[in-house]
């Protein structure tokens, strides 16, 4: 009379592992979903504080040679000032897609001179252990507000302020934080205090 009798329900193993199966489909692609778009966030907000540049001639050397990888910081310069001695990405004059990168060397209001082979920022002789060669030309330039006169490491081998005058701040695009390839020439690009008197 009892034989029939069972104290729990039957279940059905091919409903339930086609429900598990369902479940774990679902599951799989609302994570998959989750990270493509918390990648896509992280994307996004990386590009919005940084830009990663090629250096493309040899303006810079031997600071910064082709061929190599920089990180900027968009968002430095929305933060603070350009300092001299920073170096900076900024548009090209006359070709805003088109990027340069030089080294800041006077600040709006700034005298800066060129002569012997020497730069002076408000008759302040600038200390620059990182030239290969002084420069070999000269000349005085008065840099107005809301610019800035740069010039390539590579002194004479550079298209900069010393030929075609200042960059205005809004053209800036931020400042070089690092090399960061090729591995073998991985740098960290501080500022340095290159202002100083001669003792």
């Not at 279940?11 to 692609?29: A, H, L, Q």
């Not at 590009?47 to 810079?60: D, G, L």
């Not at 900076?88 to 070709?95: L, N, T």
Request: aromatic share 10%; proline share 7%; net charge negative.
């Amino acid at each position: 009379m009892l034989d029939n009798f069972t104290s729990e329900p039957r279940i059905d193993n091919e409903k339930s592992r086609s429900g598990s199966k369902r479940t774990s489909c679902v599951g799989f692609i609302i994570d998959t979903v989750e990270t493509v778009l918390l990648a896509l966030v992280l994307f996004l907000a990386i590009n919005a504080i940084s830009a990663r540049v090629r250096v493309e001639n040899v303006s810079m050397q031997p600071t910064l040679k082709p061929g190599e990888f920089l990180l900027v910081n968009r968002v430095a310069y929305k933060l603070g000032d350009p300092s001299i001695g920073d170096i900076v990405v900024f548009h090209a004059p006359g070709a805003s897609d088109l990027d340069y990168i030089k080294r800041v060397i006077g600040l709006p209001g700034d005298e800066i001179r060129v002569e012997d082979g020497a730069v002076y920022v408000n008759n302040q002789p600038i200390y620059e252990p990182y030239l290969s060669e002084p420069p070999r030309y000269s000349g005085v330039w008065e840099v107005p507000p809301d610019q800035y006169f740069v010039l390539g490491d590579n002194r004479n081998n550079s298209s900069d302020s010393h030929l075609w005058g200042f960059i205005p701040r809004d053209d800036i695009v931020g400042r070089a934080l690092l090399v960061y390839w090729p591995l073998t020439e991985i740098t960290l690009l501080r500022s340095q205090s290159i202002v100083q008197a001669v003792q």
